[in-house]
């Protein structure tokens, strides 16, 4: 194994530190990405500037990315969220991933690990638009295998359920 591949694959799975302001600004972040600072501060008992600072160390260390818009789809003729999980032929999962890439209505497109290699996320507006993609995919050469599921109703997104608890500072001996 490669001493710099497995180096930076510990440093990318090492716990961020964070601490109670960051869990708590975090957790209501996620609940509702539209609080001000100023909420925030007050209910944990700190200045908006403590609150500021801590949200730019939590951007700084990469913990923030960033921030995201979620519609609802069906206001746009979007019916369906349409997954896709697909076997490809072994080495060829970054060809189809591009390919898929490129597929109109494509929302998000992922390598995986288990049953399938890549899941692939669609919005469609209706039953034909699914047997097109479903199609289209099967046609690639390197696909083996295409599974397709249609979700009924609207994605619910639920971040603020996500544990994120301080970290433990650790004691010396």
């Known amino acids: ?71 609802r789809l069906k206001d746009f003729g979007y019916e369906f969220p349409l997954a896709a999980d697909i076997n490809v032929v ?10 898929l890439q490129k597929m109109q209505h494509i929302r998000a497109c992922v390598q995986v690990i288990g049953k399938y290699d890549i899941h692939a996320v669609f919005h469609v507006e209706n039953i034909e638009e699914i047997e097109k993609i479903r199609d289209a995919i099967k046609n690639e050469k390197s696909v083996i295998r295409v599974g397709l599921t249609a979700t009924l109703s609207d994605l619910s997104h639920v971040p603020e359920n996500l544990l994120i608890e301080p970290m433990e500072k650790k004691k010396r001996g």
Do not use: W
């Not at 716990?15 to 209501?28: E, M, Q, S």
């Not at 609080?35 to 908006?48: E, L, M, Q, R």
């Open 90 to 99: 072994a080495g060829k999962e970054k060809e189809i991933m591009e390919t």
């Open 1 to 71: 194994m490669n001493l710099t591949k497995s180096s930076k694959y510990l440093m990318d799975t090492v716990p961020a530190n964070i601490d109670k302001i960051d869990a708590k600004i975090l957790r209501t972040l996620l609940k509702d990405a539209r609080t001000s600072f100023a909420t925030i501060a007050k209910d944990c008992g700190v200045s908006t500037h403590t609150i500021m600072k801590h949200f730019r160390k939590l951007q700084q260390s990469g913990v923030i990315t960033g921030t995201a818009t979620i519609t």
